[in-house]
């Protein structure tokens, strides 16, 4: 299995921006397509971004395309979402997670399709 460590999150003024990032250890890195998720207090955990184990290929919801960036360093073995344009909506603790089973990657939206998880780390967007 893979251990996920999120960091760098914090609090950002509307407009900011900040890059998270994920470190994996364990079993080999570049063989899980990976995501980003958010949980917002209330809401259920949402969909930020997901990116094929190559990181050849990435899948965004509308809420966030052409704002966020994931990608992925496999020789680090770590994940990173770099959010830009960021406004107070984007409040949430965001997890990266870690798909170990083979499975089309346009499902890869469910957070269900994820074998691990991190623990999260809190963004809070405010002036």
């Known amino acids: 299995q893979v251990q996920l460590v999120e960091s760098g999150g914090g609090l950002v003024q509307p407009g900011g921006s900040l890059r998270l990032s994920c470190a994996a250890s364990?079993?080999?890195?570049?063989?899980?397509?990976m995501g980003w998720f958010r949980q917002a207090p209330g809401k259920e955990r949402e969909f930020v971004a997901a990116?094929?184990?190559?990181?050849?290929?990435?899948n965004y919801p509308a809420s966030v395309e052409g704002r966020f960036t994931i990608s992925r360093d496999n020789a680090k073995n770590t994940l990173y979402l770099q959010m830009n344009s960021l406004s107070p909506e984007d409040t949430a603790v965001y997890y990266c997670?870690?798909?170990?089973?083979?499975?089309?990657?346009?499902?890869?939206?469910?957070?269900?399709?994820?074998?691990?998880w991190g623990q999260g780390t809190q963004v809070t967007v405010s002036s």
């Open positions: 997670a870690g798909a170990g089973r083979s499975r089309p990657f346009a499902v890869l939206y469910h957070p269900d399709e994820y074998d691990y």
């Open positions: 364990g079993r080999t890195f570049s063989s899980y397509d």
């Open positions: 990116i094929s184990k190559s990181g050849g290929a990435t």
